[in-house]
T-cell receptor
């Protein structure tokens, strides 16, 4: 089945550093999404990518949809304490008439004070 | 605007007891609805999805069941809980046919003791 490989699994950085994480797939997806999950909360959509090669920014976040539609990266510039959490990539597909998201395993971001 | 409500936020239940988690969506009609489980703060496993009233698809065999008695109501149930049912349960919705991403509820932390 479809799988997304997300890396790194964990990151420990200093406040103010830039962060980069990526996601690859063996399958093509028409849409890539990046979510952030705070402890004890549901994931919240950060950025959605709809076109191959698309580069989209949302404040300090930048994400790109790979040309092959099989990969994506997320960058966070000048990290701050509230960036702590788990970041998930997700690929969108339509299976048996239902929209489904295939999720990566997440990148846990920890920021050292 | 659309909102998704999920309750309860936390639940502690003894082994062998029944379970009922409820999710409702407001501000939209005929949504796709989903139940996910997240173990140990990592990885989102799709349990059930529904494209309409009474239409339930199961992704993995398990001790749980789902029902959709109304268009915007999705219920996750069990007749007898197992210890392995403990986890963080998330409901989500997406708009039919738009290819746009999910919106998640705030989750239910279930602990089976």
């Amino acid at each position: 089945g479809q799988q997304l490989n997300q890396s790194p699994q964990s990151m420990f950085i200093q406040e103010g550093e830039d962060v980069s994480m990526n996601c690859t797939s063996s399958s093509i997806f028409n849409t890539w999404l990046w979510y952030k999950q705070d402890p004890g909360e549901g994931p919240v959509l950060l950025i959605a990518l709809y076109k191959a090669g698309e580069l989209t920014s949302n404040g300090r976040l930048t994400a790109q949809f790979g040309i092959t539609r099989k990969d994506s990266f997320l960058n966070i510039s000048a990290s701050i304490p509230s960036d702590v959490g788990i970041y998930f990539c997700a690929g969108h597909d339509i299976i048996q008439g239902a929209q489904k998201l295939v999720f990566g395993q997440g990148t846990r971001l920890t920021i050292n004070p | 605007s659309q909102t998704i409500h999920q309750w309860p936020a936390t639940l502690v239940q003894p082994v062998g007891s029944p379970l009922s988690l409820e999710c409702t969506v407001e501000g939209t009609s005929n949504p796709n609805l989903y139940w996910y489980r997240q173990a140990a703060g990592r990885g989102l496993q799709l349990l059930f999805y529904s494209v309409g009233i009474g239409q339930i698809s199961s992704e993995v065999p398990q001790n749980l069941s789902a029902s959709r008695p109304q268009d915007r109501q999705f219920i996750l149930s069990s007749k007898k809980l197992l210890l392995s049912d403990s986890g963080f349960y998330l409901c989500a919705w997406s708009a039919q046919g738009t290819g746009r991403g999910y919106t998640f509820g705030s989750g239910t932390r279930l602990t089976v003791v």
